[in-house]
Nanobody
Framework: QVQLVESGGGLVQPGGSLRLSCAASGSIFSRYAMGWYRQAPGKQRELVAGITRGSSTVYADTVKGRFTISRDNAKNTVYLQMNMLKPEDTAVYYC????????????WGQGTQVTVSS
């Protein structure tokens, strides 16, 4: 069983930056691919970024060049650095554990709200 706890959300102006963190319990964190998903009101949850055990990354086209996913296996933590934020990035962001090549894994955090507004 893996528990995930996100932090770092908040209100930011367009063009600003935020860094989300996801702390995972358990000693097998390094074995999992991890990801960030988001869900805006009235929309389906969508993949934002993913990172494999070997730190290969994948990004949604809408965030490429603006967001960076990284992981620190010593701290059991995955990060999402978000730069040049836009109002359309407003959503609840969820950490996902044990991501698969075909979709999300079974482990979800509680979500953290990101609001981009002037």
């Amino acid at each position: 069983q893996v528990q995930l706890v996100e932090s770092g959300g908040g209100l930011v102006q367009p063009g600003g930056s935020l860094r989300l963190s996801c702390a995972a319990s358990g000693s097998i964190f390094s074995r999992y691919a991890m990801g960030w998903y988001r869900q805006a009101p009235g929309k389906q949850r969508e993949l934002v970024a993913g990172i494999t055990r070997g730190s290969s990354t994948v990004y949604a086209d809408t965030v490429k060049g603006r967001f960076t996913i990284s992981r620190d296996n010593a701290k059991n933590t995955v990060y999402l650095q978000m730069n040049m934020l836009k109002p359309e990035d407003t959503a609840v962001y969820y950490c996902n554990g044990d991501m698969k090549s075909y979709g999300p894994g079974d482990y979800w955090g509680q979500g953290t709200q990101v609001t981009v507004s002037s």
